[in-house]
């Protein structure tokens, strides 16, 4: 059984930080990992999509702002989250494929207000 669990999340002013993580129960080597989020009335936005040597691709709402990282040492996965915006209000969720299978973490709550 896969599990993800996300933490970090949290209240935040704009103009904060936040680390948000991923904790994989098995292990996540040579394998692609993705944050998302959603906002209330919103579909789903993929946020950063993290291959498997650590670079990213990121959504252009986030770009310069947001950066992920991963260990595989410790099947985590990271996103950074500076300069934020009430925008950014949302939860957050990592998602990791495994052998056509897609699996979700229950998500944090990130909300940016002041």
């Known amino acids: 059984q896969v599990q993800l669990v996300e933490s970090g999340g949290g209240l935040v002013q704009p103009g904060g930080s936040l680390r948000l993580s991923c904790a994989a129960s098995v292990g996540i080597f040579g394998y692609v990992m993705v944050w998302y989020r959603q906002s209330p009335g919103k579909q789903r936005e993929l946020v950063a999509h993290?291959?498997?040597?650590?670079?990213?691709n990121y959504a252009d709402s986030v770009k310069g702002r947001f950066t992920s990282s991963r260990d595989n040492a410790k099947n985590t996965v990271y996103l950074q989250m500076n300069s934020l915006k009430p925008e950014d209000t949302a939860i957050y969720y990592c998602?990791?494929?495994?052998?056509?299978?897609?699996?979700w973490g229950q998500g944090t709550q990130v909300t940016v207000s002041s």
């Open positions: 993290i291959r498997t040597d650590g670079s990213a």
């Open positions: 998602k990791f494929v495994r052998s056509g299978s897609e699996y």
